[in-house]
């Protein structure tokens, strides 16, 4: 859990730093300028039943909750509503997910489920 906690202080720490500025940081799900940049992003849940689990951002619901999916438990059509406090954003992103949630297209279950193995495996890797 500490590993977690530590890799989410970085990166919050170099989208401060990056040359973005804000929309960077936003990625990163600060409360400035929090909105459709979070789409798409993994995130693995820090408490609850699902605690540990692998999520993806669907939905930003407001500046304190964001709504998750990961495919198979929780599906696109019944996402998980959880308060930000409760995830840790990872570095794992996909532009064409955040594409289709952000122009309403339908998204698979099986594209999540494919996104997450994939980071899982990319983070196994490091």
Known sequence: MRKNSEKNREFNAACRIAAEGPAACAA????ANFGAEALGRLVRSKAGHDGGSLLVIVGVEDEEHVLLADGRLRTVEKPKRKKLRHVAVLGAFSPELQKKLLSGSP??????????AEAAADAAKE
């Open 28 to 31: 990163g799900l600060g409360r």
């Open 107 to 116: 998204i698979q279950n099986a594209e999540l489920r494919k996104f997450i």
